[in-house]
Every structure is written in structure tokens, then in C-alpha cells.
């Protein structure tokens, strides 16, 4: 199966104004409604976010939710109706950039930038400089006995290193942002961050291994996410990776409530809302280690430690993910699948790098 064939049942989905059955928004409430995960559904992916960050208002708001579970779907199938009878977006991709397949399969306009190619220019310049140097030495040199042919090659492993390093530099900046990621995320209690971090790279470099498994849920839910961002970066140019990171950092809290590009909201408040529920999941073994643990265990300190690494969580998924998914995710888009498979690989051994680190310490 090939992805461009996944990728049009995807888009085919994605645009069939799908409508919402109270049972299933019923049970999502009753096993992820803690975390939002009936609010995602119901494309809430703002109050999902939140209802995550503070536990379901600490029950008090998962509870009062029961009570509209009926009337939110409803308004959500209604509303469906009304975008489908309008000719409108429908409501789950609303405010996401949807491109078909075939239009994937093309270089975003993008690739051709004349400025890209001037800065990039620029950048290389010192390289291009030695190298010419080198040629324009080569001849004074080899008549130097002894010392000139073995200056020449000092002066062309420099070369070469800097050419090397050059060409490596965005994966070398990508996992340490991933390691220092995981590190700090898993010093505190929120392991997921890490698993979501191997799973986001491993998932866009090696998305073709996932082919086989379309049929399946994280299968298809894998490659409906490279497809989406995909989709948003051929439309609109991701960012250098460090003003990537500098933005990241700074707007990550003004993202998740609302602020910035409404595609970066829809896009990435998803994977904060995913960070919750991996969370979620772990909470049966974070208690089966806290009572093999020597120092007992306390259900306050459980409940304590578990808000703490929610907020971690989500924070840090939603601060670095962005950065991470846009580089790899241009690589992909530029053709550039060495680049992209061992940018994707360094990245994933990384996040498990950074979290077993954090564990030994």
C-alpha cells in the first residue's frame, strides 16, 4: 500500500462531516474525561487542554460534564449539519490547513525562495573560502618537502570536519533540544514525554514502516498526523530550527490558550491533549513503583506527584514538540529522507537517552 493512498482515505475522512454518537462521547468521558478526552472529541481541543492541566477540575468539572454529554453532541452534530448544508470546513478540521495527497507529492513553493538560497549561501561561505584556499596553497605547498604535503592534509581534515559539522549542525541542536527535553520531563515524574517524544520522531522519520499497519488505530492515527503536518508546512514555511525553538519557547503557554497561528493551536494542541492521556496510562505502573518503592506510599503524594508531572507533561510537549515536528517535517518536504531518517533516529535515541539518564541520577 502506498502513502499516497492511505493519505486520500485520510483526506476523504477528514472532509465527510462525520457526526458523533452519544455512547462513544459517553465512554470517552467515563475512561479520558479526567484528561479532556471527551472535550477532544467534540474538537474542544482548547478545553481539553485545560480540563488536562487541572485533573477535570480536580473531578469537580468531569463530574458537571456528565450532566451535558447529551446536549454537547447534539450542538456538535447539529453544527456538522449546518457547515455540510454552508459548503464549511467541517468542525473537526476547522482552522487546519487540509492540501490533497497529490499535492504533497510536489516541493512547496517554498523550496524555491531566493533568499533561502543567498542565506544559505552566506552561511556556507566559510567553507566554500577554506576550500578555495586550499586549491590555491596546493601547489606552493606540495613543493615544500615534508611539511607542505602534510599541512596540505591538516588543512583539507578541516575542511572536511566543517563541511561535516555544517551538514549535521540541525540534528546535533534537534537532539539536544529532545534529550534536555526528556531529561528534565522524566527528573520530574512525567516519563510520557519521553515515549511521545520517541513516538513523534520515529513517527515522521520512518512513517512508511507504519504503512502496514493503516488498518490499525496508532497506525492510522501516526499517518494522519504526518499528513497533517505535512499539509500545514507545504502551505506555510516552517521556521529556521532556532528561531523555530526561540518562538516555541516563548509562545507555548499563549498557544494552548488560544494565541498564535489558529493551524499550530489545532495541530499541537492535539499532541499536549495525547501527552495527557499517555499519561493517563501510566498512572497503573507509577503506583505498582511507588509501592515497591522503600520509602512507602502516600495517596497524597501520589496525587501531588501526578498534577506536577501532568503539568510538566503537557508543558513541555507543548513547548518543544513544535520545533521538533516543523525540522522534521521540512526535511520530508524538501525529498531530504536521509537527512530526515537520520535526523528522525539521532532524535528518537535521544528522548530514551535523556530519559534513562534522568532515571540513573
Known amino acids: 500500500m502506498k502513502l499516497t493512498q ?6 476523504e475522512e477528514l472532509n465527510a462531516y462525520p457526526r ?7 465512554r470517552r468521558w467515563l475512561y479520558l474525561g479526567l484528561f479532556g478526552g471527551h472535550r477532544a472529541y467534540l474538537g474542544q481541543d482548547r478545553m481539553a487542554t485545560l480540563m488536562a492541566l487541572s485533573f477535570g ?7 458537571k460534564d456528565r450532566l451535558k454529554l447529551a446536549k454537547m453532541t447534539d450542538d456538535w452534530n447539529a453544527d456538522q449539519a449546518h457547515r455540510q448544508a454552508n459548503g464549511l470546513q467541517p468542525k473537526e478540521v476547522d482552522g487546519l490547513v487540509l492540501v490533497t495527497p497529490e499535492t504533497l507529492e510536489s516541493p512547496p513553493a517554498w523550496t524555491d525562495n531566493p533568499l533561502d538560497k543567498i542565506l544559505g549561501l552566506l552561511f556556507t561561505l566559510p567553507v566554500v573560502l577554506m576550500a578555495a584556499m586550499g586549491n590555491i596553497l596546493k601547489p606552493v605547498l606540495e613543493k615544500v618537502p615534508i611539511i607542505g604535503p602534510f599541512y596540505l592534509r591538516i588543512f ?14 540541525e540534528t546535533i541542536q534537534l537532539a539536544m533540544v529532545i534529550a534536555m527535553a526528556s531529561f528534565v520531563a522524566t527528573r520530574y515524574g512525567a516519563i510520557e514525554v519521553s515515549l511521545l517524544l520517541f513516538g513523534v520522531c520515529s513517527g515522521l522519520a520512518f512513517t512508511h514502516r507504519f504503512l502496514a499497519r493503516a488498518d490499525s488505530r496508532l497506525g492510522r492515527q501516526i499517518i494522519e498526523w504526518d499528513y497533517l503536518l505535512c499539509a500545514y508546512y507545504h502551505q506555510k514555511k516552517p521556521d529556521s530550527f532556532l528561531v523555530g525553538y526561540f518562538k516555541s519557547a516563548i509562545l507555548f503557554y499563549p498557544r494552548i490558550f488560544g494565541f498564535g497561528p489558529e493551524g499550530e493551536q489545532k495541530l499541537f494542541n492535539r ?21 515497591a518503592g522503600g520509602n512507602g506510599f502516600s495517596v497524597n503524594g501520589f496525587i501531588t506527584g501526578t498534577v506536577i508531572g501532568l503539568f510538566i507533561s503537557v508543558s513541555i510537549t507543548a513547548m518543544y514538540a513544535p520545533v521538533i515536528c516543523s525540522s522534521l517535517t521540512r526535511y520530508k518536504l524538501k525529498g531530504e529522507h536521509g537527512a530526515l531518517q537520520f535526523s528522525g533516529g539521532i532524535g528518537a535515541m535521544a528522548a530514551m537517552g535523556g530519559a534513562a539518564l534522568a532515571l540513573l541520577l
Do not use: N
Not at 477540575?57 to 463530574?63: A, F
Not at 583539507?156 to 549542525?169: F, H, N
Open 271 to 291: 499532541l499536549t491533549g495525547t501527552a495527557s492521556m499517555v499519561c493517563f496510562m501510566l498512572i497503573p505502573m507509577e503506583i505498582l513503583l511507588g509501592l
Open 6 to 11: 492511505v493519505r486520500k482515505s485520510i483526506y
Open 20 to 26: 458523533r454518537e452519544y455512547t462513544a462521547v459517553r
Open 57 to 63: 477540575g480536580l473531578g469537580v468539572w468531569w463530574l
Open 156 to 169: 583539507r581534515l578541516q575542511v572536511y570536519i566543517m563541511e561535516k559539522s555544517l551538514a549535521v549542525s
